[in-house]
């Protein structure tokens, strides 16, 4: 049991992804009472044990679906009738999934960070603010959230970027939204937006990859958001919410990016200059 536990809480930590299965209800002649737990790390590593045999292998099943999905669910099998087991009696297990508090870095202090700060943390994320404005990144606009007065790509360090994290650039200039995505996406990460139109993300991507190298693209969503037509700050923040929470939740959306748009590979062969992104129609 403290071994679970001593497990639990270093994915707390980490920020690590785990499922964990707990045993809440015996019948009958059972190899384990209630109370006792499986954790199944992402490498698929177990800790503990809830009976062994055809039963663990099939709560590890559960297990390993409830890392990809983070559904919760109640298994119950009857040991003799559903597994063959000579046990001959029954078990029920609460399988769900372990994970810290996501954390949403927000870069830009703005209009639209405002309201999409305050429906993060109520749909359940830790809100970080980066802005080096003082006016703007303040205990009054940002309440609950914490708070860094800095722009966003020179404080890389102190953010410390990991596989766990949501990034969201949202900052008052392209220039600054270009600097920290080109920072952050070469970081850990598990989901990086970024505002603006799709001319706007093909100008930053063309001018990233005039100087070099563009960095990893398959988790940044830009545009930002799902599509739902949001014109107002608080319209915008729904649609990133409602993105933030489809892709948490692992379901899908109309989802705005521009990545998989077929003028991506003109950023990526170095043919598509800022000037010709310029021209790129806005609807497609």
């Keep these: 049991m403290r071994e679970v536990t001593e497990a639990i809480l270093e994915v707390l930590q980490t920020g690590e992804r785990a499922a964990l299965a707990t045993v809440i209800r015996t019948r009958g002649s059972a190899p384990q009472s209630i109370g006792a737990r499986l954790l199944m790390r992402a490498s698929l ?16 099943e559960a297990l390993a679906s409830c ?3 983070a559904k919760p669910r109640v298994l119950t099998f009857d040991l003799g009738r559903d597994l063959g087991m000579c046990c001959g009696g029954g078990m029920e297990f609460f399988v769900e999934a372990i994970e810290e508090t996501p954390r949403l870095v927000l870069f830009g202090a703005g209009h639209v960070a405002k309201p999409t700060a305050a429906l993060a943390q109520s749909v359940g ?41 949501w990034f969201l650039i949202v900052t008052h200039d392209h220039h600054l939204d270009e600097l920290a995505l080109d920072a952050y996406a070469r970081h850990p990460h598990r989901y990086l937006g970024m505002i603006g139109s799709k001319r706007k993300v093909f100008r930053v991507l063309a001018r990233i990859k005039a100087r070099g190298d563009l960095p ?51 950023v990526l062969d170095g043919t598509l200059t800022p000037e010709d992104a310029s021209a790129l129609p806005d609807t497609a």
């Design 45 to 60: 590593k177990t800790v503990g044990t809830v009976g062994g045999g055809a039963v663990e292998r099939r709560v590890e």
């Design 125 to 165: 994320f830790r809100v970080v603010v980066v802005d080096d404005r003082e006016e703007l990144n303040t205990v009054d606009r940002f309440p609950g959230c914490e708070r860094i007065l800095a722009e966003p790509h020179r404080v890389v360090d102190e953010v410390s970027p990991r596989a766990s994290d």
């Design 216 to 266: 990893p693209l398959e988790k940044v969503y830009a545009p930002v958001g799902l599509d739902l037509g949001a014109v107002s700050p608080e319209e915008i923040a729904v649609s990133i919410a409602s993105e933030l929470t489809a892709l948490r939740r692992g379901r899908s959306g109309p989802h705005m990016r521009a990545i998989d748009h077929p003028g991506l590979a003109r």
């Design 67 to 69: 890392l990809q999905n």
